[in-house]
Protein backbone atom coordinates (compact mmCIF):
# COMPACT_ATOMS: atom_id res chain seq x y z
CA UNK A 1 0.00 0.00 0.00
CA UNK A 2 2.44 2.56 0.77
CA UNK A 3 4.57 2.05 -3.23
CA UNK A 4 1.14 2.24 -3.98
CA UNK A 5 0.62 5.84 -2.49
CA UNK A 6 4.50 6.99 -3.55
CA UNK A 7 3.00 5.90 -6.87
CA UNK A 8 0.04 7.81 -7.16
CA UNK A 9 1.92 10.93 -5.45
CA UNK A 10 4.48 10.93 -8.12
CA UNK A 11 2.06 10.23 -10.41
CA UNK A 12 -0.83 13.13 -9.60
CA UNK A 13 2.31 15.12 -9.52
CA UNK A 14 3.97 14.81 -12.64
CA UNK A 15 1.44 14.15 -14.89
CA UNK A 16 -0.54 17.08 -13.14
CA UNK A 17 3.32 19.34 -14.27
CA UNK A 18 2.83 18.30 -17.86
CA UNK A 19 -0.37 19.46 -18.37
CA UNK A 20 0.97 22.96 -17.32
CA UNK A 21 3.07 22.53 -20.18
CA UNK A 22 0.92 21.76 -21.90
CA UNK A 23 -0.84 25.23 -21.31
CA UNK A 24 2.62 26.92 -22.04
CA UNK A 25 2.86 25.27 -25.61
CA UNK A 26 -1.48 26.72 -25.85
CA UNK A 27 -0.14 29.85 -25.18
CA UNK A 28 2.41 30.46 -27.08
CA UNK A 29 0.29 31.42 -30.08
CA UNK A 30 -3.13 31.84 -28.54
CA UNK A 31 -6.46 31.44 -30.62
CA UNK A 32 -9.77 30.50 -29.03
CA UNK A 33 -9.34 26.97 -29.56
CA UNK A 34 -5.90 27.19 -27.96
CA UNK A 35 -6.96 29.28 -25.18
CA UNK A 36 -9.89 26.37 -24.16
CA UNK A 37 -7.53 23.40 -24.78
CA UNK A 38 -4.81 25.53 -22.30
CA UNK A 39 -8.24 25.95 -19.45
CA UNK A 40 -9.10 22.37 -20.10
CA UNK A 41 -5.30 21.75 -19.29
CA UNK A 42 -4.66 23.99 -16.43
CA UNK A 43 -8.11 22.46 -14.77
CA UNK A 44 -6.92 19.10 -15.14
CA UNK A 45 -3.83 20.39 -13.86
CA UNK A 46 -4.95 21.77 -10.34
CA UNK A 47 -6.88 18.77 -10.15
CA UNK A 48 -3.96 16.21 -10.16
CA UNK A 49 -1.99 18.69 -8.10
CA UNK A 50 -4.58 18.87 -5.62
CA UNK A 51 -4.63 15.02 -5.90
CA UNK A 52 -0.75 14.48 -5.66
CA UNK A 53 -0.88 17.04 -2.19
CA UNK A 54 -3.76 14.64 -0.49
CA UNK A 55 -2.12 11.31 -1.41
CA UNK A 56 1.36 12.83 -0.43
CA UNK A 57 0.06 14.33 3.24
CA UNK A 58 -1.64 11.16 3.36
CA UNK A 59 1.39 9.02 3.22
CA UNK A 60 3.48 11.98 4.92
CA UNK A 61 1.22 11.83 8.12
CA UNK A 62 0.58 7.84 7.84
CA UNK A 63 3.83 6.37 7.55
CA UNK A 64 6.67 8.75 5.87
CA UNK A 65 6.62 11.01 9.60
CA UNK A 66 6.91 8.10 11.91
CA UNK A 67 8.61 5.19 9.90
CA UNK A 68 10.91 6.74 7.62
CA UNK A 69 11.96 10.39 8.60
CA UNK A 70 13.03 8.53 11.87
CA UNK A 71 15.05 6.20 9.98
CA UNK A 72 16.58 8.90 7.79
CA UNK A 73 17.73 11.27 10.76
CA UNK A 74 19.63 8.06 12.24
CA UNK A 75 21.32 7.28 9.12
CA UNK A 76 24.20 8.86 7.20
CA UNK A 77 22.16 11.00 4.86
CA UNK A 78 20.58 13.35 7.60
CA UNK A 79 20.35 16.18 5.19
CA UNK A 80 18.26 14.10 2.71
CA UNK A 81 15.59 14.62 5.49
CA UNK A 82 16.67 18.03 6.59
CA UNK A 83 17.08 19.72 3.30
CA UNK A 84 15.69 17.68 0.85
CA UNK A 85 12.41 16.92 2.58
CA UNK A 86 12.06 20.16 4.31
CA UNK A 87 12.16 22.03 0.54
CA UNK A 88 10.08 19.74 -0.79
CA UNK A 89 7.40 19.43 1.47
CA UNK A 90 7.25 23.49 1.74
CA UNK A 91 7.73 24.41 -1.75
CA UNK A 92 4.71 21.81 -3.07
CA UNK A 93 2.44 23.27 -0.85
CA UNK A 94 2.33 26.35 -3.34
CA UNK A 95 1.75 24.50 -6.82
CA UNK A 96 -1.88 23.91 -6.82
CA UNK A 97 -2.16 27.84 -5.91
CA UNK A 98 0.37 28.32 -8.83
CA UNK A 99 -1.85 26.29 -10.63
CA UNK A 100 -5.06 27.70 -10.04
CA UNK A 101 -3.79 31.49 -10.40
CA UNK A 102 -2.98 29.83 -14.42
CA UNK A 103 -6.43 28.31 -14.46
CA UNK A 104 -8.19 31.97 -13.66
CA UNK A 105 -5.96 34.12 -16.00
CA UNK A 106 -7.15 31.62 -18.35
CA UNK A 107 -10.66 31.15 -17.52
CA UNK A 108 -10.46 35.31 -17.11
CA UNK A 109 -9.32 35.67 -20.11
CA UNK A 110 -12.19 33.87 -22.05
CA UNK A 111 -11.55 33.11 -25.75
CA UNK A 112 -10.21 36.30 -26.51
CA UNK A 113 -6.46 35.96 -26.93
CA UNK A 114 -6.20 39.74 -26.51
CA UNK A 115 -7.33 39.73 -22.75
CA UNK A 116 -5.23 37.09 -21.86
CA UNK A 117 -1.91 38.15 -19.85
CA UNK A 118 0.34 35.43 -21.90
CA UNK A 119 3.58 36.37 -20.50
CA UNK A 120 1.92 35.99 -16.75
CA UNK A 121 0.93 32.25 -18.08
CA UNK A 122 3.71 31.21 -19.93
CA UNK A 123 5.93 32.35 -17.09
CA UNK A 124 3.49 30.81 -14.63
CA UNK A 125 3.31 27.09 -16.27
CA UNK A 126 6.85 26.72 -16.90
CA UNK A 127 7.72 27.91 -13.16
CA UNK A 128 5.18 25.04 -12.25
CA UNK A 129 6.56 22.77 -14.43
CA UNK A 130 10.06 23.56 -13.10
CA UNK A 131 9.19 23.08 -9.75
CA UNK A 132 7.22 19.94 -9.96
CA UNK A 133 10.46 18.41 -11.67
CA UNK A 134 13.26 19.97 -9.13
CA UNK A 135 10.49 18.29 -6.23
CA UNK A 136 11.00 14.38 -7.89
CA UNK A 137 14.79 15.24 -7.82
CA UNK A 138 14.07 15.87 -4.47
CA UNK A 139 11.95 13.10 -3.47
CA UNK A 140 14.87 10.66 -5.00
CA UNK A 141 17.02 12.44 -2.42
CA UNK A 142 14.51 11.84 0.36
CA UNK A 143 14.26 7.85 -1.07
CA UNK A 144 18.11 6.88 -1.51
CA UNK A 145 19.02 8.88 1.99
CA UNK A 146 15.79 6.11 3.64
CA UNK A 147 17.05 3.20 1.47
CA UNK A 148 20.74 3.65 2.74
CA UNK A 149 19.52 3.52 5.83
CA UNK A 150 17.55 0.33 5.52
CA UNK A 151 14.11 2.66 6.07
Known sequence: ???ILI???????????????WCLVET?????????????????????????WFVGGYYY??????????AIQAGSLRWAHGIAM?????VFL??????????GRLRGSGDDP???????????SFLIVLIAFAIAGLGYLVMLGAHIHGG
Not at 94 to 103: A, D, E, Q
Request: net charge positive; aromatic share 8%.
Open 1 to 3: MIY
Open 7 to 21: GLHAIFGEVGALTFL
Open 28 to 52: MEPTPLRLRRARRAALIGVVLLALS
Open 61 to 70: LMHYGPNVKP
Open 86 to 90: ELKEH
Open 94 to 103: FLPFLGMSVY
Open 114 to 124: ERLNRTAVILE
